[in-house]
């Protein structure tokens, strides 16, 4: 994701599918939502390595407040409007390096069709396509394993780095891995949580990293919040974290890792 920017793709001529019916037939959203970013850091060298997008209310308020208006009938068009938020805000605050994208599986009816918003709002703003990553969130509700196949598929060809989120939460997210290969796998916030004093949370997690290697693909420790957690986590290998240890999300901004933090864990 690091190497030469990837060429626009061919996706501009207007193509009749469900995907795009619905999304130019449904009314507008009855809300208006904006974007908080939080830092994915990497120990190894010290820096950012990416940053999530996670939705906010229009003046910052928690997710809470505008997911509780997100029902089957606008779904769609949210999910649309979420990843082009999110685009249009990194490129205006400078962002430059990955840029990390949750998105709803049954949002997406037609991957080709779907994704040529999102294609078309980061060209118009001039923020690489190689630089996205699309986290796939609520993958107990997933209903279909072959269409998300398509999907990640798509992405993939098109030069979108991939995760699941919240993996090991639960037996979706392992069921996932028998039927397509992410880039990252997120770990539940419920694993990292007091991990460094909890020999079966250490244990599941040692065995997580021989997977990951097998694989292979990227381990990311979120929902970070103590010292102890952050260098247990290296200690097993898993360098890039997430969490309030590091910085809080910030709204429409991008907060700075906490330095003090930054360098005890580096010198550890």
Not at 190 to 195: C, F, T
Not at 199 to 207: A, G, K, N, S, T
């Amino acid at each position: 994701m690091t190497g030469t920017e990837h060429p626009l793709h061919p996706l501009h001529a207007t193509v009749d599918t469900p995907g795009c019916s619905r999304c130019r037939d449904l009314p507008p959203l009855a809300f208006d939502f904006s974007m908080a970013f939080q830092p994915i850091v990497d120990l190894g060298k010290g820096e950012t390595w990416g940053w999530e997008a996670l939705v906010r209310g229009p003046g910052g308020q928690g997710a809470a407040t505008v997911l509780s208006q997100v029902t089957d009938e606008n779904r769609y068009p949210f999910d649309q409007q979420c990843r082009i938020r999110a685009i249009e805000l990194a490129q205006k605050l400078g962002l430059s390096t990955r840029l990390s994208i949750n998105f709803l599986p049954n949002a997406v009816y037609e991957p080709k069709a779907c994704i040529r918003a999102t294609i078309e709002a980061a060209n118009r703003v001039g923020f690489p396509l190689n630089r996205l990553q699309f986290e796939i969130t609520e993958v107990e509700e997933v209903r279909n394993d072959g269409h998300l196949r398509r999907i990640v598929e798509e992405y993939r060809a098109i030069g979108f780095a991939t995760a699941i989120d919240d993996f090991g939460a639960g037996y979706a997210g392992l069921n996932l891995l028998t039927h397509f290969q992410p880039d990252t796998l997120k770990l539940d916030m419920n694993l990292i949580r007091n991990i460094d004093q909890d020999p079966r949370r250490q244990l599941i997690v040692r065995h997580l990293v021989n997977l990951a290697e097998e694989f292979p693909c990227s381990l990311i420790g979120e929902g970070v919040e103590t010292l102890g957690e952050a260098r247990c986590l290296a200690d097993m290998g898993i360098l890039l974290q997430q969490g309030y240890l590091f910085a809080r999300p910030g709204f429409e901004s991008l907060p700075v890792p906490d330095p003090g933090v930054l360098s005890s864990l580096l010198r550890t």
